[in-house]
Nanobody, 125 residues
Framework: QVQLVESGGGLVQAGDSLGLSCAVS????????IGWFRQAPGKEREFVAA????????LYADSVKGRFTISRNNAKNTLYLQMNSLKSEDTAIYYC??????????????????WGQGTQVTVSS
């Protein structure tokens, strides 16, 4: 069973930076494509970023491109999301998700099998 645990959420002001982490259990972390998703109140879950098994390929939503950076450390079974220049519209619960990699990266949440419980990010304006 794969378990994902997010951490690092909090309350920040617009323009600030915040880093999220996602610890993934299991010895096959390097076999997964990992993604970050978010869900704001009253809205559907949306794709944020994804990274391939070896970190060579990344994919970003247009809304975060140039501000957010996804990375992974396979030796530590950990996924990261560095968020800079935060905006109020970035306020959401952020989830990490994992799936046995069938392609380098993908953005459809329905294709991810394993999910964390989420961490709240609130950006005040």
């Amino acid at each position: 069973q794969v378990q994902l645990v997010e951490s690092g959420g909090g309350l920040v002001q617009a323009g600030d930076s915040l880093g999220l982490s996602c610890a993934v259990s299991g010895r096959t972390f390097g076999s997964y494509v990992i993604g970050w998703f978010r869900q704001a109140p009253g809205k559907e879950r949306e794709f944020v970023a994804a990274i391939s098994r070896n970190g060579a390929n990344t994919l970003y939503a247009d809304s975060v491109k140039g501000r957010f950076t996804i990375s992974r450390n396979n030796a530590k079974n950990t996924l990261y999301l560095q968020m800079n220049s935060l905006k109020s519209e970035d306020t959401a619960i952020y989830y990490c998700a994992a799936d046995w990699a069938s392609r380098p990266t993908y953005s459809d949440p329905d294709e991810y099998e394993y999910w964390g419980q989420g961490t709240q990010v609130t950006v005040s304006s």
